[in-house]
């Protein structure tokens, strides 16, 4: 049972008041201002929508990192995907925040307006079906999530592999974590002094893999669930440790996190993919946080199968969004000069807005006008 569940409304609202004091206190005794960043959609939306930005003091900044997968996921991978759905021998079938995303001229929902075969699913093994009912069709899954969202994509390879399935294939831009934290803590820009670390993939991963940022960087990380009070009780612990000088991986959704993750999971991603330099949009190549097919599943990778010529795709241009900047919470959304103006929810230029999870759709819903990080109004 979660806390939340164990409290009435009026004990949670002062569980949550002393919390935000002692945060305060806390942070005047490490005599400095603090930065904290957490990165995952789920926490950024749940974070705005409980106000938790406008209830801490002016001494602890709250940013948003890149935690929202649909954000990261770069022009050339959409650019992609949109060719091979305006292929007649090709069905694509994708969870429904994709057809917004835009590429480089057009998006997956204009596609679809078009005539192109595009199906919603809600798991990629909902695309089993899909192939077995249209054996002389290429069906193609958009294979894009970080770590929660990989064991899937990798048990649809193996059961199109048991079930003898030929033309079942993933588009593979799956991006993993800690690579990016570390890319994070490198870039001089973001300076950061904790993170709050994802609930959903530290379900998957485990706590360990987190451990780098206290043995390389001796910077703290809270694993943390989705609730107000528990996002709270992390950025307690967060404060706690720099005013103490200390810094370690502390775990504060252990009801569902292990230190070993889910082993089981785990096994399934590796045994189809492996780790490889990817992508994120408007961040740049980061070195082993992707994952690409092994050699003995290259028969269900659709790049390797039926690669698309150069000439198919367009060359990439400039639009003036911010989203990287955004992403690594260098800049607030406020700052972009697209947002809410030509960029907005109904009519998205970055990924950033497309997404529910998406910094700049979480703003422009819950936060649009009240402050900016850092300088509340």
């Known amino acids: ?27 005047d005794k490490a005599g400095r201002h603090l930065r ?4 995952c959609g789920t926490h950024t939306v749940s974070i705005f929508r409980a ?21 990261v996921t770069p022009d050339e991978y959409m650019d992609k995907a949109i060719a091979y759905a305006r292929r007649e021998d090709c069905i694509i079938t994708t969870f429904g925040d994709m057809l917004k995303v835009p590429g480089t001229e057009s998006s997956l929902g204009e596609a679809k307006t078009a005539g192109a075969d595009i199906r919603i699913v809600y798991s990629p093994l909902d695309s089993l079906q899909a192939a077995r009912e249209n054996p002389d069709k290429k069906v193609i899954f958009l294979a894009v999530g970080f770590e929660t969202t990989a064991p899937t994509a990798a048990a649809t390879v193996l059961a199109a592999e048991q079930a003898g399935l030929k033309n079942l294939y993933m588009l593979s831009a799956q991006k993993l974590v800690p690579p990016a934290l570390r890319l994070l803590i490198d870039d001089p820009e973001v300076l950061v002094d904790g993170f709050i670390l994802p609930g959903h993939v530290s379900v998957v991963t485990g706590t360990e893999v987190f451990s780098f940022l206290e043995t390389e ?18 950025l307690y612990r967060l404060t706690r440790q720099v005013a103490e000088g200390v810094a370690k991986v502390e775990n504060e959704y252990g009801s569902v996190v292990k230190p070993e993750g889910n082993p089981t999971s785990m096994a399934v991603t590796n045994k189809v993919y492996e780790p490889v330099a990817a ?9 082993a946080s992707g994952l690409k ?21 367009p060359q990439p241009r400039k639009t003036g969004c911010r989203c990287g900047e955004v992403l690594k919470g260098i800049v607030t959304p406020h700052e972009c000069p697209l947002f809410g ?28 006008g009240l402050f900016t990080y850092g300088n509340k109004q």
């Open 279 to 287: 992508k994120w949009r408007g961040i740049g190549e980061i070195p």
């Open 341 to 368: 103006k030509a960029c907005v929810p109904t009519h998205a230029i970055g990924p950033c807005m497309v997404s529910v999870e998406g910094v700049c759709a979480a703003w422009y819903k819950y936060g649009k």
């Open 293 to 313: 097919m092994r050699e003995a599943y290259k028969s269900f990778d659709i790049e390797e199968v039926l690669p698309l010529p150069v000439a198919e795709l």
């Open 1 to 27: 049972m979660s806390l939340a569940a164990e409290l009435s409304r009026e004990e949670q609202r002062k569980l949550a008041g002393e919390l935000v004091a002692e945060i305060g206190r806390l942070a």
């Open 51 to 71: 106000g938790i930005r406008q209830l801490l003091p002016e001494s602890v900044e709250l940013v948003s990192g890149p935690g929202c997968p649909v954000c």
């Open 36 to 39: 904290f960043m957490e990165v």
């Open 217 to 234: 960087y001796h910077i703290p990380g809270v694993v943390t669930g989705f609730e107000p009070l528990q996002i709270l009780r992390s």
